[in-house]
Antibody, heavy 117, light 104 residues
């Protein structure tokens, strides 16, 4: 069974930094593209970033480009999201999700990031 | 690519047939997925490539469409189906989600 477990969320001041992690198990991690999706309180889903299985290709939403960086360590079966210059509007639950072809078929439970002074 | 879901809210009763529409701002072939989300939980994949039912999802859920117009249908609404539903396009980056439809 695929398991994705996010960690690293918390309270951070505006302008601060945070690194989220997503530990994967139950799959051949390097075979799958991975993504981060966030959900602000009471709002809908927003795709944040995606990375190919080898880590060579990445894409980021315009709203986070230049501030967030997605990466992965296939030896540790772990996905990361480095977040810099955080803003109040980045407050959200952040989910990692495994992509298989044309769907996100496994999701973590999410980790809450709160940006506030 | 923008995805517009309608309606945003839907009031329904157990046993009702429910239809949710998702319109894309340009053609996305059939690269559309549907998710169900309950409060405090992660989204759950229901349907992918517009009409393929994810393993383990009840057959009362079905999807159709291609190009720019897609529908999710629940043939007979069950108590556990009261939730928010999202469409997602995977045709091209940046990937996008619809605004959601809350079934209550």
């Amino acid at each position: 069974e695929v398991q994705l477990v996010e960690s690293g969320g918390g309270l951070v001041q505006p302008g601060g930094s945070l690194r989220l992690s997503c530990a994967a198990s139950g799959l051949n991690f390097r075979n799958y593209a991975m993504n981060w999706v966030r959900q602000a309180p009471g709002k809908g889903l927003e795709w944040v970033a995606g990375i190919g299985g080898s880590g060579d290709s990445t894409d980021h939403a315009d709203s986070v480009k230049g501030r967030f960086t997605i990466s992965r360590d296939n030896w540790k079966n772990t996905l990361y999201l480095q977040m810099e210059s955080l803003r109040a509007e980045d407050t959200a639950v952040y989910y990692c999700a495994k992509r298989t072809a044309w769907q996100f078929d496994s999701w973590g439970q999410g980790t809450l990031v709160t940006v506030s002074s | 690519i923008q995805l517009t879901q309608s309606p945003s809210f839907l009031s329904a009763s157990v046993g009702d047939r429910v239809t949710i529409t998702c319109r894309a701002s340009r053609g996305i072939s059939n690269y559309l997925a549907w998710y169900q989300q309950k409060p405090g939980k992660a989204p759950k994949l229901l349907i992918y490539v517009a009409s393929t039912l994810q393993s383990g999802v009840p057959s009362r859920f079905s999807g159709s469409g291609s190009g720019t117009e897609f529908t999710l249908t629940i043939s007979s609404l069950q108590p556990e189906d009261f939730a928010t539903y999202y469409c997602q396009q995977l045709d091209s980056y940046p990937l996008t989600f619809g605004g959601g439809t809350k079934v209550e």
